[in-house]
């Protein structure tokens, strides 16, 4: 069955820290790895990630895959309390049976960031 | 233009009765997704469609539950019996084509209690 684990489960911290959040996976035929931010009800993306080593940038968010290790870390830094949210780890896997893609999402990680 | 809507927004029902939960993806949208999410939890993947046919339907919990989904557009779940255990948030998310590099666009959900 394939599994995706994110760490910490939650973590408090004050504007301007960094935080790194870990995303490990063990899912059979992987295709990418994706993160999304959730804030209210829907998730919004973030990155996809498909290569080892390339590091996915976009403003203070980071994030960089390892296949041979098979985990994912997510970097904030200067964070704002707009950052409060609940991140959320996704890895896209093949399905042989059904010939199609599914996601399997990882428990996420609620990130709380105070003035 | 607008995005993925569900209804209603809140449901509460009684164990024991049906519910019946409601997608509009974006129009033309081929790709349409079921997901659940439990308090504090992350998303659990339920049941995707390609068009109509849904190659998958392993992830539903139970035979309790049931989706189906015509003309390519709008998408209904169903949770039979219901029970306090299927109290969840259900997302619903579509996209151009089947797979992650296809951007899921999701839906605000629909908040389940079931009492």
């Known amino acids: 069955e394939d599994k995706v684990v994110q760490s910490p489960l939650s973590l408090v911290v004050h504007e301007g820290d960094t935080v790194t959040l870990n995303c490990s996976y063990e899912?059979?035929?992987?295709?990418?790895l994706l993160w999304y931010k959730q804030e209210k009800k829907a998730p919004t993306f973030l990155f996809m990630l498909t290569s080892s080593g390339i590091e996915k940038k976009s403003g203070r968010l980071s994030s960089i895959l390892d296949k041979k290790e098979l985990f994912s870390i997510l970097n904030i830094t200067a964070t704002q309390t707009g950052d409060s949210a609940i991140y959320l780890c996704?890895?896209?896997?093949?399905?042989?049976?059904?010939?199609?893609?599914?996601?399997?999402f990882g428990g996420g990680t609620r990130v709380l960031v105070k003035p | 233009g607008a995005g993925v809507s569900q209804s209603p927004s809140n449901k509460v029902t009684e164990k024991g009765k049906d519910v019946e939960l409601r997608c509009d993806p974006i129009s033309g949208h081929t790709a349409l997704y079921w997901y659940r999410q439990r308090l504090g939890q992350g998303l659990e993947f339920l049941i995707y469609f390609q068009g109509n046919s849904a190659p998958d339907k392993s992830g539903l919990p139970s035979d309790r539950f049931s989706a189906e989904r015509t003309g390519e557009s709008v998408s209904t779940l169903t949770i039979q019996r219901t029970q306090q255990e299927d109290s969840a948030v259900y997302l619903c998310?579509?996209?151009w084509g089947q797979g992650a590099s296809y951007e899921q666009y999701f839906g605000p959900g629909t908040r389940l209690t079931v009492t």
């Open positions: 996704a890895v896209e896997a093949f399905m042989i049976k059904a010939a199609g893609n599914k996601l399997t």
């Open positions: 899912v059979t035929n992987f295709r990418s």
């Open positions: 998310a579509s996209s």
